[in-house]
């Protein structure tokens, strides 16, 4: 995955490690290295960018 071009990522689906329900991808905040997921009910999650993904804790669920 190119980390350089995070344009597809914004909107996709992603399942949370340790969380029942899929969200969304919100934004990415590359100054203090954070992606934004939405869930059901309007909550919003950050997790380290792209640790998460590199570790596992994000899977994408990508619409091709």
């Given at each position: 995955m190119?980390?350089?071009?995070e344009?597809y990522i914004?909107?996709e ?8 329900e899929?969200g969304?991808?919100?934004?990415i905040?590359q100054e203090?290295?954070l ?9 919003e999650?950050s997790?380290?960018y792209p640790e998460a ?7 994408m669920?990508?619409?091709?």
């Amino acid at each position: 995955m190119a980390w350089h071009d995070e344009t597809y990522i914004i909107g996709e689906k992603v399942q949370v490690k340790n969380e029942k329900e899929m969200g969304v991808v919100t934004r990415i905040d590359q100054e203090r290295d954070l992606v934004f997921v939405q869930f059901k009910r309007m909550r919003e999650e950050s997790y380290p960018y792209p640790e998460a993904f590199e570790q596992g804790y994000l899977v994408m669920k990508i619409n091709k």
